[in-house]
Structure formats: structure tokens, C-alpha cells
């Protein structure tokens, strides 16, 4: 079974490399992409409304950087400890449905979007709060925090 671990270790250090080349791009586009949308057309934002479409791309955008940040930290927790962490999954989730809010023209939606929308905000939320009640951040089982990488937890 040592192969096994092996290849996993091989596939999910291509996965880091791969989505750090990607969020090093996304980040550069958000920053030309920002400079460009200040100027539209030659010229400097002149009103509100382009001044408002511009920065919400532009948060929209941080949280695309956020949200691989994210799963990049998911990839390293699983790589050492060899599990998946629900405070992560929860935080992306909440991390893309706020992209998703500030992406919204409020104009155009119904109330039962805004109600379903406002259901999965307290979910994810609520969720995360007790998710902290039980099981405070950055705390692992003994056998996670005292053995080394790569070896067996002793039996009790």
C-alpha cells in the first residue's frame, strides 16, 4: 500500500503547483483587469453606477483568489493529516456565495431567490458556528498533532 500513498502524494503536489500557477494568473488579471476598469473608454469612471460595476467585479475577483487560497489549504491539510476539514468546505462555501451576493443586480431577482439565498447563508453560517462550538480551530486529535508525517498512530 505504500505506492498507493506515493501516488496520492505525487497527484495532490500536481494539484498545489497547478492551482498556485493558476491563482498567480488569476491574480495578475484581476490586477489589469482592475486598471482597465477604472478607465472605461479612454476615460476616468464618471459616474456611480460604473464606478459600482467596476469594484464589484474587482471583489468578485478577490474571492475567486480567496476561495483557491482555500482549497489550497484543503489540499495541505489533507496531504499531512490525511482528512478532509468541514471548517474549510464551509468557508469556501461561504466565501463563493458571498462573490455571488455582491455579483447580484438586485433589481432583477424575486424574493424566493433572495429567501433561498438568505436560507443558505445561515446554513453555511450556522453550520460554521457549530462546527466552532465543538471542535475549536486548529485543533486535532492527539494522534494528528504529535506524530510526524508519514507515520502510524501508536494503539491505545
Not at 18 to 43: D, N, P, Y
Not at 73 to 85: D, L, P
Not at 126 to 138: E, I, S
Amino acid at each position: 500500500m505504500k505506492y498507493t500513498h506515493r501516488f496520492e502524494s505525487v497527484i495532490l503536489h500536481a494539484m498545489a503547483v497547478l492551482l498556485m500557477v493558476i491563482l498567480g494568473f488569476v491574480c495578475f488579471w484581476l490586477v489589469v483587469a482592475f486598471i482597465e476598469g477604472i478607465f472605461t473608454k479612454g476615460q476616468f469612471i464618471q459616474d456611480t453606477w460604473a464606478l459600482q460595476a467596476s469594484f464589484q467585479r474587482a471583489i468578485a475577483g478577490v474571492f475567486v483568489v480567496l476561495i483557491g487560497i482555500e482549497i489550497l489549504e484543503t489540499i495541505r491539510t489533507y496531504n499531512s493529516h490525511r482528512r478532509f476539514r468541514l471548517e474549510t468546505v464551509l468557508i469556501v462555501g461561504a466565501i463563493a456565495v458571498a462573490r455571488h451576493i455582491i455579483q447580484l443586480d438586485f433589481h432583477h431577482i424575486t424574493g424566493e431567490f433572495l429567501l433561498g439565498l438568505s436560507l443558505l447563508v445561515l446554513s453555511l453560517v450556522g453550520g460554521y458556528w457549530l462546527l466552532q462550538q465543538f471542535d475549536p480551530p486548529g485543533v486535532l486529535s492527539p494522534e494528528d498533532s504529535t506524530q510526524p508525517e508519514g507515520e502510524p498512530a501508536p494503539d491505545k
